[in-house]
Nanobody
């Protein structure tokens, strides 16, 4: 599975941004997808994930109630809708895929290139 995250940019605090993760290669609908982020000088952290069907999602406490993950398997795309953005959400955001859904797993097999999200105060 090849993944490409896009949709990043500069946004003001309190604003919204939607990231997309486009997949190609193997049957994307068979894979769970996770979103991760890494801020400068910090370790990569899990943002959340979605099961292959979209029926299950999970989020890190830091983004719960602000971020939402969805997917459109017909378009081979997973989305990360980010609302009420804060400066501390500034990071490079990555999407990743794995064969089986494990709610809080950080072990993913396929990774895409990241997209930068910068939240100005």
């Amino acid at each position: 599975v090849q993944l490409q995250a896009c949709g990043g940019g500069l946004v003001q605090a309190g604003g919204s941004q939607r990231l997309s993760c486009a997949a190609s290669g193997r049957t994307f609908s068979n894979y769970a997808v996770g979103w991760f982020r890494q801020a400068p000088g910090k370790e990569r952290e899990r943002v959340g994930g979605i099961s292959w069907s979209g029926g299950s999602t999970s989020y890190a406490d830091s983004v719960k109630s602000r971020f939402a993950i969805s997917r459109d398997n017909a378009k081979n795309t997973v989305y990360l809708q980010m609302n009420s953005l804060k400066p501390e959400d500034t990071a490079v955001y990555y999407c990743a895929a794995r064969k089986y859904w494990v709610e809080t797993s950080v072990e993913y097999d396929y990774w895409g290139q990241g997209t930068q999200v910068t939240v100005s105060s």
